[in-house]
């Protein structure tokens, strides 16, 4: 009876071990599903954000409307006129199948005719009035403060620090009243300084190329605009700190787009001279053309990916 007993808790022991032993290996075993979910997150969050793109863009289009040196970006309007027009094309397809079907009546014409010589008429004094850059600005800089606004979550949930965020708000306050004024020079100055901060946000996300290169494009900028005032001083400063990250950047380009690389180095170095020279008109033109560089080995960059 005793060895029956004895032989009892041997299995039970037995059996409990085997059956953590199990337990065990199950805790192991890696969930495949829910670690293909984890990896889809963890990429989905490496994705640069659509607000994060369109605040650049906003900053893009304020300098482009006062004509300073911008790259190029994509524009809303010519999107909505595409639009119009494929709508447009539509209506005068139906136009059209009513015309075969007899369905059109001749006063409907004659009112057609009436509002289409009234928009031609409307058209051409529009075309000949100046337009008022502030008036697509302040349009502009509303939309930014709801971009910005959208794109805050997104941001600290990629630990983006207080006092970037905290740095960007007040810049882009400044820039608002700054706009108020409509001092072209101050309001150029001021959305560059707005810019300066798009290079770090970037940095919390897996890019394609270091987002230094839009670093070097804001103090390629800030040289022009200092000039631009005969702020001379500052532009050499600028100017200085470009080479400085132009130095370090140029060595993480990839062989394929040295070539760019050449010309974006030798236009800086031009730039440097004619700062130098204190040559505003060529300061304009040479940081222009390193600004367009800057745009060149960015894209190369992307295609690269």
């Known amino acids: ?24 290996c199950n805790q192991g075993k890696p969930d495949s599903k829910n ?6 997150a963890d990429k989905e969050s490496d994705k640069i954000p659509e607000d994060l793109k369109n605040i650049e863009s906003s900053i893009e289009k304020i300098i482009k409307a006062l004509e ?21 094309q539509s209506e005068e ?28 008429s409307s058209n051409q004094k529009s075309a000949s009035e100046p337009k008022d850059p502030w008036k697509e600005i302040s349009s502009i800089i509303n939309k930014l403060h709801y971009q910005w606004n959208s794109y805050i979550p997104s941001a600290s949930k990629k630990n983006a620090s207080r006092n970037l965020i905290d740095n960007f708000d007040n810049s882009l306050n400044n820039l608002t009243s700054t706009i108020v004024t409509k001092d ?12 300066l901060f798009i290079p770090d946000f970037y940095m ?7 987002p230094e ?9 800030n040289t022009v605009l200092n000039a631009s005032i ?16 132009w130095a370090i950047y140029k060595n993480t380009i990839d062989a394929k787009n040295q070539d760019l690389a050449s010309k974006l180095d030798y236009s800086i170095y031009e730039l440097e001279k004619v700062v130098n020279e204190n040559n505003m008109h060529l300061t304009d033109i040479k940081g222009r053309i390193a600004m367009s560089n800057t745009e060149s080995v960015e894209k190369a960059a992307q295609k690269n990916e």
């Open 1 to 24: 009876m005793k060895q029956k007993l004895k032989l009892s808790k041997i299995l039970l022991i037995a059996f409990t071990i085997y059956t953590l032993f199990l337990c065990g």
């Open 35 to 40: 670690e293909a979910q984890q990896m889809k």
């Open 68 to 88: 300073g040196p911008a790259v190029s970006i994509k524009d809303e309007k010519e999107n909505d006129q595409q639009t119009q027009d494929k709508s447009s």
């Open 93 to 120: 397809q139906e136009s059209g199948k009513e015309n075969e079907e007899g369905k059109e009546e001749n006063k409907d014409d004659q009112n057609s005719n009436e509002q289409k010589n009234s928009q031609d």
């Open 184 to 195: 072209k020079n101050k309001t150029l100055l001021s959305a560059n300084s707005l810019y």
């Open 204 to 210: 919390l996300y897996k890019t394609p190329t270091s």
């Open 213 to 221: 290169i839009k670093r070097i494009r804001y103090y390629i900028r």
């Open 230 to 245: 005969s702020n001379w001083q500052q532009a050499g400063k600028d100017v200085g700190s470009l080479k400085s990250t």
